[in-house]
C-alpha cells in the first residue's frame, strides 16, 4: 500500500511541477516522463518475451489453479494410458524437451485444455464420448498443437501488455524497469485463467485442428479420428445442457471446425486413413470410470 501510494505522490507531484513550471521546464519536465514512459514500456516488453523455462512455470502456475479447482480421476492406470498416448504423439514434435504433462479431469463437463510449457487436460466428460483411441488420440494431438504454435502465451503476453498500457496512468515504472518475474507470473498466471474461460481466437482453433491431424497421423493414429470427435461434438451442440455450455462457449461450433478441416484433408490425408480399430484399452477405462460413476 505504501509503495502504491508513492507512486501516486509522485505523479501528482509531477503534476504540480507541469502547471508551476515556465514553459520551457514544463516541456523538459514532460520530454523526461515521455522518456521514462517509453523506456518502461520496452523494458516491459523486453520482460514479456518469455523463455522456455518461464514458459514452464507460467504453465506450471496455471495448471495448479485449475486442479485446485478441479481434481484427477483416481484413477492411475488411466492416468498412465493417457500419458503413454501423448508422449507418442509429442515424440512426432519438435518439442520434446518439454515436461509434458497429460491429464484426466474428475469433471462431467466436455472440455480439454492446453497450458504454456506442456500441460494437457482433458475432462472424464469427454473422455467417456470417444469411441476409439485414434479419437482420443486426435484431441490430445490437437492440444499439443497449442502448444507447439503458442497460442496461450501469445494471449496472455498481449492481454498482459493491453493491462500495462491501460494501467500506465497509474505508472509502476520501478516494478517494470526491475523486472520483477515472481511477481509478474502470478498476474500471467490469472490472464492465463481468463483465456481458459474466454477461448483462443478462432483461427486458433482452426490451427491446432490441422495440428493436430498431421501430428496423429504421424503417431500412426486415423487422422480422421479428430473428425470423430468433432462430429460427435456437432451432434451435442443442442440439448445437452450445462454438460457442453464450457466448450461451446470457448472454441468455434464443432460443425464449422469440422467442414473447414474436412475440406483441408480432402486430397491430402486419405492415404493416412485407417480402419477404425478396436480399442480394448480405452473401452476398459470407460467401463471403470462408469462403475466408479455408479458407486458414487
Aim: without cysteine; glycine residues 10%; proline residues 3%.
Amino acid at each position: 500500500m505504501v509503495v502504491v501510494i508513492n507512486k501516486t505522490l509522485r505523479i501528482i507531484t509531477l503534476f504540480w511541477l507541469l502547471l508551476a513550471a515556465p514553459a520551457v521546464m514544463a516541456e523538459d519536465v514532460l520530454q523526461t516522463g515521455v522518456s521514462v514512459l517509453k523506456s518502461a514500456v520496452k523494458n516491459k516488453d523486453a520482460f514479456l518475451d518469455i523463455n522456455e523455462p518461464r514458459e514452464i512455470e507460467l504453465g506450471a502456475g496455471m495448471s495448479a489453479q485449475l486442479l485446485g479447482a478441479a481434481g484427477l480421476v483416481d484413477n492411475p492406470e488411466l492416468q498412465k494410458y493417457v500419458n503413454r498416448i501423448g508422449m507418442w504423439l509429442v515424440f512426432q514434435t519438435e518439442r520434446t524437451a518439454l515436461p509434458w504433462r497429460f491429464a484426466v479431469l474428475d469433471e462431467d463437463s466436455i472440455n480439454a485444455f492446453a497450458a504454456p510449457g506442456g500441460y494437457i487436460f482433458i475432462s472424464r466428460g469427454l473422455f467417456m464420448l470417444f469411441r476409439s483411441e485414434s479419437e482420443l488420440a486426435g484431441v490430445l494431438a490437437h492440444e499439443i498443437g497449442h502448444v507447439l504454435a503458442l497460442h496461450h502465451l501469445e494471449d496472455i503476453q498481449e492481454k498482459a501488455r493491453n493491462s500495462f498500457m491501460k494501467d500506465v496512468g497509474g505508472m509502476v515504472i520501478d516494478d517494470v524497469a526491475g523486472g520483477n518475474w515472481n511477481q509478474l507470473v502470478k498476474q500471467l498466471v490469472n490472464s492465463g485463467i481468463d483465456v481458459w474461460e474466454s477461448g483462443l481466437n478462432r483461427e486458433d482453433e482452426f490451427q491446432a485442428d490441422e495440428l493436430g491431424v498431421v501430428i496423429a497421423a504421424r503417431a500412426g493414429y486415423d487422422p480422421y479420428g479428430l473428425l470423430g470427435v468433432l462430429d460427435t461434438l456437432g451432434r451435442l451442440d443442442h440439448g445437452q445442457g450445462n454438460i457442453y455450455e464450457q466448450m461451446h462457449a470457448t472454441h468455434p461450433p464443432a460443425s464449422e471446425r469440422l467442414q473447414r478441416l474436412d475440406a483441408r484433408m480432402t486430397g491430402a490425408m486419405e492415404d493416412y486413413a485407417t480402419e477404425p480399430a478396436a480399442s480394448p484399452g480405452l473401452y476398459e477405462f470407460q467401463a471403470q470410470l462408469e462403475q466408479q460413476q455408479a458407486g458414487r
